[in-house]
């Protein structure tokens, strides 16, 4: 969780390999849209302050976070060019134990899809106790966890690339 002295939007883009020559799915959640759009925007703004072309950033929607995993895996292998992608969600704790089976099934989920597949998953997911945690990082006071999870991806696009044999 971010602290007070966090700022997910900060990076050092000379410590950032150049990402032109990468493409990069991006699946969001429309659960929770005003967070998630945030996130969205701060991930796509990161891609292409490092590089990316707008052409090689690939955009899905999924009704909510429990379908990003599904979302993910499809678009994993309905893209063999791609070389990283990006979950993007937001959970926030409401009365019920739902926050806890949702929230441990994508955590799990894109878990699965990292450790048997070929493309890295970025976990992108808020997981807040309430709206404005959310809104604090996704834009907010603490920055956005969208920009850290395209630094996140654009490093392991570039990890993905020199493992190649």
Known sequence: ?????????????????????????????????????????GAFDALKDCGAINENIVRWN????FEL?????????????????IAIGNVI??????????????????KDLNVHGNIPVIF?????NNKQQSIDRSGGKHGNK???AAI????MAQLRKDSKF
């Not at 999924?62 to 976070?65: E, I, K, R």
């Not at 895996?73 to 893209?79: G, H, N």
């Not at 996140?152 to 490093?155: C, L, N, Q, Y």
């Open 93 to 110: 704790q409401g009365e019920t134990k739902h926050f806890d089976y949702v929230c441990e099934a994508v955590a799990q989920g894109i």
């Open 152 to 155: 996140a991806a654009i490093k």
């Open 62 to 65: 999924v009704p909510g976070s």
């Open 1 to 41: 969780m971010a602290t007070a002295n966090t700022n997910l939007s900060a990076y050092d883009k000379n410590t950032i390999p150049n990402a032109k020559d990468f493409r990069f799915g991006i699946v969001v959640s429309e659960w929770n849209h005003d967070i998630t759009e945030g996130m969205f925007q």
């Open 69 to 85: 995993i599904y979302g993910c895996k499809q678009m994993t292998q309905s893209y063999d060019m791609l070389d990283a992608v």
């Open 146 to 148: 969208g920009t850290e």
């Open 124 to 128: 992108c997911v808020l997981t807040d």
